[in-house]
């Protein structure tokens, strides 16, 4: 919050386009549902809604996937204390496909986990949390970076959790501040905060951006 426009902002903008597409999709969906809803059987409409739910989720995929290395890039050197510009969480373009392959095996090895018993999935996400800083940082591939984010949080599972629980706190203290907290900064702290943990863990000490 020292640095609002250099730092929280950016990391805002970001997140807003990575969630706007979905988000318009489901908007447009919602008025024309209400508008067709008399003309169409209510099947057609469960069916219909399966079509735009896949491809809201599709879309958003992509589009956070795109978006995910460039703010995972820009976090790192924030905790890193080096220079960072408002274009750097744009920068994402060059980690598409990894972030992309790594994003579907993260959602595949959760449900997989949670299908088991609820616990196995946390353990699962919290072992393969690191996997976007792992592919900008080492340049591993999407389904290595799943692989070496599981290898380095071993023994630290039970910190990652305890900080998922602050974050818990962090995202409150955001929405009582009108809602608009949690995305300039509940989200920037808790982004920076899994930037800290992914270094700490690699064993590089993080300084703070001045």
Same mark, same amino acid.
Do not use: Q, R
């Given at each position: 919050m020292k640095n609002f426009v250099g730092v929280s902002l950016p990391i805002a903008v970001a997140l807003i386009i990575a969630q706007l597409p979905g988000m318009a999709i489901g908007l447009v969906y919602g008025l024309m549902t209400r508008v067709i809803a008399e003309y169409v059987d209510p099947s057609v409409l469960g069916i219909l809604g399966g079509v735009v739910q896949g491809s809201s989720s599709l879309i958003g995929l992509l589009v956070g996937s795109y978006m995910a290395g460039?703010?995972?890039s820009f976090v790192?050197?924030?905790?890193r204390g080096q220079? *960072?510009?408002?274009?750097? *969480?744009f920068s994402?373009?060059?980690?598409?496909g990894k972030m992309f392959v790594a994003g579907i095996g993260f959602f595949i090895a959760v449900a997989i986990g949670a299908v088991l018993c609820i *616990?196995?999935?946390?353990? *699962?996400?919290?072992?393969? $949390?690191?996997y976007s800083y792992v592919v900008v940082d080492q340049g591993l $591939?999407?389904?290595?970076?799943?692989?070496?984010?599981?290898?380095?949080?071993k023994g630290h599972k039970v910190t990652l959790f305890l900080m998922a629980l602050l974050s818990i706190l962090v995202v409150i203290a955001g929405a009582i501040a009108c809602g608009i907290g949690v995305l300039l900064g509940s989200m920037p702290v808790l982004l920076l905060a899994n930037a800290y943990a992914y270094l700490r863990i690699k064993g590089e000490e993080p300084r703070l951006a001045q």
């Open positions: 460039g703010i995972a790192l050197k924030v905790a220079p *960072v510009s408002f274009g750097d *969480v994402g373009g060059k980690y598409f *616990v196995p999935g946390y353990i *699962v996400a919290l072992g393969l $949390s690191l $591939s999407g389904v290595d970076a799943l692989k070496k984010s599981w290898e380095m949080t």
